[in-house]
């Protein structure tokens, strides 16, 4: 069965500080894809990226990266230089590669302090 | 471009009643998904619609039932209404199925009395 961990539940930082969310996973396929999704008060959940198990790249995009490491089952999310904007709950997501089985994490709330 | 929308925002039953949640999904996409979110939790996977069928569903009984229409647009019916039931129902379209982008509605928030 899949699953997906966000050990933290709530996290609170001060604006312009770095923060990282883990995410951690578990899956018996070789091929599967990982997301992170953005849930701003407002309710409606962002897409923010999507990984295939067989690019361990990191990546960037603008003051967000993120860091797949399948040794240790880990794709966990940075926000450098936080902002006050960056306030939501942050959700890790899981599919296999037939879209059989799609699972969220828990959420990470991140609360950003001005 | 319109994106995902759902209908009705809000929505007032009362246990035993029934209910149906409207979803219109993103111009371009064929799939449609439907998901549940207690409060404080992650969304749970409900069923997927693809071509009009069900072709994959989440551990929910069988009082969840939905349906695609031609025009990819969909519905999800929940009877026999349990306090449990009360959540956001979060409506999600994509291209080729939920292990690419999905896109979310704003949800619609039920609530059993």
């Known amino acids: 069965a899949q699953k997906v961990t966000q050990a933290q539940t709530e996290i609170s930082v001060v604006e312009k500080e770095d923060v990282t969310l883990d995410c951690v996973y578990e899956?018996?396929?070789?091929?599967?894809?990982l997301f992170w999704y953005k849930q701003p008060p407002s309710g409606e959940l962002v897409f923010l990226i999507r990984r295939n198990s067989f690019d361990e790249q990191n990546e960037i995009s603008g003051r967000y990266s993120w860091n797949f490491q399948k040794s240790t089952s880990s794709f966990n999310f940075t926000i450098t230089a936080s902002q006050v904007v960056d306030s939501a709950v942050y959700f890790c997501a899981l599919s296999d590669n037939y879209g059989q089985n799609f699972v969220f994490g828990p959420g990470t709330r991140l609360s950003v302090l001005p | 471009d319109a994106g995902v929308t759902q209908s009705p925002t809000h929505l007032i039953k009362t246990r035993g009643q029934q209910v149906t949640l409207r979803c219109s999904p993103k111009s371009g996409h064929d799939t449609v998904s439907w998901y549940q979110q207690a409060l404080g939790q992650g969304p749970q996977f409900i069923f997927q619609y693809y071509e009009e069928e069900e072709r994959q569903r989440g551990n929910f009984p069988d009082r969840f039932s939905g349906h695609q229409f031609p025009n990819y647009s969909s519905e999800l019916n929940v009877n026999a209404l349990l306090l449990g039931d009360s959540a956001l129902y979060l409506c999600?379209?994509?291209?080729?199925?939920?292990?690419?982008?999905?896109?979310f509605g704003p949800g619609t928030r039920l609530t059993v009395t």
């Open positions: 999600a379209s994509s291209f080729g199925g939920v292990r690419y982008e999905q896109y």
């Open positions: 899956t018996r396929d070789t091929t599967y894809y």
